[in-house]
């Protein structure tokens, strides 16, 4: 294929918020500002990419509206990959497997650290007095911060489009699926990150460390989990443990990503279609979480 490797020069737009995106991007050389609100007086900043970044992959796998804007800083050189060609562009490069599902597994664990803070903080105002409240003054109006720069509505995603791919690719055929009794520990804090998991039924508890005393989020069916990390097989600061029994679930270790692309692409774009659902489901209950913190503890 002949992808071209795009120019901007400083301050050019790359993807505009609001629009409909037909393509991914990876940045090859320079740095570029992820922006809300870019066309007002008050724009805000909300990350920085740089080389080896992809962006705009969400509004691909959802059909959506991109959700902030992208802007280079100084010259940037990118690779545009539109949707049409991104299976061959997988098939070409097939790290690029595991540099997708990586990132949007660290978006997803950045997204669920910044919602559990703000559902934390959420929990000790609505039960601290007055004192109590101006102490955390700082933590207020860092989500009253974030709240009032980033109004802009993201649009739900949509789960039928995920429902209706996996029942095309598990209907018939033979999966890696084993059952699970409750408490089952899929893996723990310490072990090297060397697989990825999709949870057919059930429910996946994921735990902060070796234990299971601080819960950090909790997953359903047709859920991935055990993204994170995979590029370095680094060593997983979580838990997994199965909540209840006849728990279903498939095990893809990191090395048979590519045949599995060969064999059976959907099922990757399966894994990126979830991630991305679950990534854009995280930015909406957070921004939730920052309307309420701003609306009723924000002038008191």
């Known amino acids: 294929m002949g992808l071209v490797v795009k120019t901007f020069n400083n301050g050019d737009v790359i993807v505009k918020e609001g629009d409909m995106g037909r393509s991914l991007f990876r940045l090859v050389e320079g740095s ?5 609100d870019h066309d007002t007086s ?3 900043r909300l990350a ?6 992809y962006f705009g992959e969400m509004a691909i796998f959802e059909e959506c509206p991109r ?3 992208v802007v280079a800083r100084g010259t940037v050189r990118a690779i545009e990959i539109p949707e049409g060609e991104l299976n061959e562009f997988m098939t070409e490069n097939p790290d690029v497997i595991v540099e997708l599902i990586n990132h949007l597994g660290n978006k997803i664990q950045a997204m669920t650290n910044d919602f ?6 959420l929990n000790n105002l609505r039960e601290a007095d007055a004192g109590k409240k101006q102490s955390l003054f700082s933590k207020i109006k860092k989500h009253m911060d974030l709240y009032q720069a980033n109004k802009v509505e993201i649009s739900e995603p949509k789960e039928d489009p995920i429902r209706q791919l996996y029942e095309s690719i598990y209907r018939t055929g033979e999966h890696n699926v084993e059952t699970y009794s409750g408490g089952s520990v899929i893996y723990k804090a310490g072990d090297p990150s060397d697989a990825i998991y999709i949870l057919h039924d059930g429910n996946v508890n994921l735990f902060i460390g070796a234990g299971t005393d601080v819960l950090y989020t909790d997953l359903k069916s047709v859920s991935v ?3 994170t990390g995979l590029v370095n097989e680094e060593a997983r600061e979580l838990s997994a443990v199965t909540a209840f029994g006849d728990t279903l679930i498939e095990t893809i270790r990191k090395e048979e990503l590519e045949a599995v692309f060969a064999t059976s692409p959907d099922k990757i774009t399966l894994i990126l279609r979830i991630l991305s659902y679950r990534l854009r489901r995280l930015n909406i209950d957070f921004r939730a979480r920052c309307k309420e913190i701003t609306e009723n503890y924000g002038n008191r």
């Open 67 to 69: 959700s902030a804007t």
């Open 42 to 44: 008050d724009p805000f």
């Open 225 to 227: 989990f055990g993204e």
């Open 116 to 121: 559990n803070e703000a559902e934390a903080l």
């Open 32 to 36: 570029a500002d992820v922006i809300t």
């Open 48 to 53: 920085v990419l740089n080389e080896g970044d």
